[in-house]
């Protein structure tokens, strides 16, 4: 099966660089391979690719009559999928380290992860209208030029999250081989699993993630079966819950889920336009928030645990948590190291999701890079993982904090205006895109005005910071407030100028 444009997209009004994107296949006369190294490595590259389920669709709209999906569950598996694993977990371990008893701990994930889904379940709505990926629809406010900035930061996060679900990973395998295979070995094969699934695209992802949950749920129950008796020994912390404290864990959980947002509707633009979007969006919020809430509990109380279980402990400090997962499930012997190796491989299904996104920011990036098809930056990808995660494992949480304290800002000022862009100047309806001009610089904003309001929002955005590296002075009062005021600040800033940037551009 093979999934392409259909037709010459020239005389649908597209530019001659979307054209290159098309790929019309004839599988009954195979043309002769066209001369030069590049000339074979396409043609043969593009013969595999045929052969089996591989997306050849990019960064072009999909066309309404493509969008033919009606299987509206499958939103709801692949974010659960996405969230159902030892991912949330580990991020779940940090909130012990701001101070936070298990019920502060669980109050702030309850809280923040009910409030920061509602962004990227609402946008996973758009998708199946506009058929366009998500970092595309924010053209129509960041510009055809503009948007390569907040697209390069989105490449970086989500990245970086593929190095932390790597190094998890790579960990579990190491814990189960007992030393005997290293932590950069289980990250290799973390890798190379991830390049299989994200090579061939929406149809093997999707196919993937209806079962991988399932393996998921089972290992967990296992583990917290083996290991639950000791989760009440809770090391009580030294002094109450500050604002301080309860607002930085709050910055690290709405960092994990916000970001979902900037890849949000690239999971649903092949869904039928007529799929309600109340479906879309009650799917999306489930399957998001049930997990993680569930799962983020669950890291809280394990972290907690650790320094009243001796056996916790010394498997912690060896392969972090990995380790401590093991231990948990030591009573079960070699089914317990089985199910170890599950876990590891449960989270393949956020990994191939983030990888799949990550192949198409790529495209976007410069028009250059349009050219490339989407599954060659699978085996980029991969190659980038590998190397950036071994370095990153050796000082594994402190990469996780400094990294999880960055993604937060961004995100949030560019949110903010894309959400306020949808609502007061396309005032929430998609028939208001002109969906010929996803790649017309001449006729999209110039995105002068986003970039400004996202820019300008860091004057309150660094004084709210709390970071290792920087607490500013509001932060040092209240708390990191920094992703608050990014979204806010830059969605209200952003409507005075883009009232400006229309009026000097006409457009």
């Not at 079966?225 to 910055?251: E, I, N, R, W």
């Not at 005021?485 to 457009?507: I, N, Q, T, W």
Request: charged share 10%; hydrophobic share 50%; with cysteine.
């Amino acid at each position: 099966m093979v999934t392409q444009s259909d037709g010459n997209p020239l005389e649908k009004g597209h530019d001659a660089e979307a054209n290159l994107q098309s790929i019309e296949v004839d599988e009954s006369k195979p043309a002769a391979p066209p001369s030069g190294l590049w000339g074979n490595l396409r043609y043969y590259g593009h013969k595999v690719v045929v052969a089996g389920r591989v997306e050849l669709q990019g960064i072009s709209p999909i066309p309404v009559k493509e969008r033919t999906v009606t299987k509206t569950l499958n939103i709801f598996t692949l974010w659960w999928s996405m969230s159902c694993n030892i991912l949330p977990i580990t991020f779940g371990m940090l909130g012990p380290s701001y101070g936070l008893s298990l019920r502060d701990s669980c109050l702030v994930i309850l809280f923040f992860t009910l409030l920061s889904t509602i962004l990227p379940a609402y946008l996973c709505t758009l998708g199946p209208k506009l058929g366009m990926r998500q970092m595309i629809q924010a053209r129509y406010s960041w510009g055809r030029y503009i948007i390569s900035l907040p697209v390069l930061l989105n490449l970086a996060t989500m990245t970086g999250f593929s190095v932390i679900i790597v190094i998890t990973g790579g960990q579990c395998l190491s814990a189960v081989a007992n030393g005997h295979l290293s932590i950069s070995v289980g990250i290799v094969i973390m890798s190379i699993l991830t390049l299989i699934i994200s090579f061939c695209g929406f149809t093997t992802l999707h196919m993937y993630e209806r079962f991988a949950w399932i393996p998921a749920v089972i290992a967990i129950i296992v583990a917290v079966g083996c290991g639950g008796k000791y989760l009440h020994l809770q090391t009580p912390p030294a002094d109450p819950a500050t604002p301080q404290g309860v607002l930085s864990f709050a910055m690290i959980v709405a960092s994990y889920m916000i970001p979902w947002a900037c890849l949000a509707s690239d999971f649903t633009t092949y869904l039928v336009p007529s799929t309600p979007s109340w479906k879309i969006f009650t799917y999306s919020y489930t399957g998001l928030a049930l997990p993680t809430i569930l799962l983020m509990c669950l890291g809280a109380a394990i972290q907690g645990a650790i320094p009243s279980v001796p056996a916790w402990s010394e498997a912690y400090n060896e392969t972090l948590v990995g380790g401590v997962l093991q231990a948990m499930l030591a009573p079960a012997r070699g089914f317990g190291r089985f199910l170890v190796v599950i876990l590891s491989f449960t989270l393949l299904g956020n990994l191939a999701a983030t990888s799949y996104s990550i192949t198409l920011n790529f495209q976007m990036l410069a028009p250059v890079l349009f050219k490339v098809p989407r599954y060659l930056f699978a085996i980029i990808l991969a190659a980038i993982l590998i190397p950036v995660s071994i370095k990153a494992a050796a000082d594994f949480f402190d990469s996780l904090e400094n990294f999880v304290g960055l993604i937060g800002y961004w995100s949030s000022a560019f949110l903010g205006v894309v959400m306020v862009d949808h609502f007061w100047d396309k005032k929430g309806d998609c028939s208001r895109y002109d969906l010929d001009a996803w790649n017309d610089a001449s006729q999209l904003p110039w995105g002068v005005a986003a970039l400004t309001a996202a820019v300008a929002s860091f004057a309150l955005v660094i004084p709210s910071m709390d970071q290792v590296w920087w607490q500013g002075p509001i932060a040092k009062t209240t708390g990191d407030l920094g992703f608050e005021f990014a979204f806010v600040v830059s969605g209200l800033l952003y409507v005075p100028l883009r009232m400006v940037e229309k009026k000097v551009s006409g457009r």
